[in-house]
């Protein structure tokens, strides 16, 4: 099993793979607080974070803007009091790709 978090996102293109259902086993388990949803028929790594108040939640989802940026890949985020929701999938492929269990990883070490 690879760490997810340390591993390098990839330029995702139009013709890029959907993630398979043995990537998916073995991914699973290194961001188990993760699921996977279906929002209009695609694919998506939701989790939702939790904080003592709304300053704390704007700083993580400033984090996590950073690290979206920084890769050039960029999720769903839901700021509210005291909660975060954030979304990775890859919108070219319409779907999940590596890059979005690099990111979830990612994302989880930011708290």
Do not use: Y
Not at 64 to 84: K, Y
């Amino acid at each position: 099993m690879n760490d997810l978090s340390t591993q390098q996102c990839e330029a995702c293109r139009a013709d890029a793979p959907l993630t398979t259902q043995a990537q998916i086993d073995e991914f699973m388990p290194q961001i188990p607080n993760w699921e996977i949803v279906e929002v209009d028929g695609v694919n998506h790594l939701k989790r939702v974070f939790t904080f003592k108040n709304f300053n704390e939640a704007l700083a993580f989802t400033n984090k996590v803007g950073d690290i979206a940026e920084q890769a050039g890949h960029h999720p769903a985020i839901l700021t509210e009091w005291g909660r975060v929701t954030v979304e990775w999938w890859s919108h070219k492929i319409k779907g999940l790709h590596v890059n979005d269990f690099i990111m979830a990883a990612r994302t989880d070490e930011l708290v």
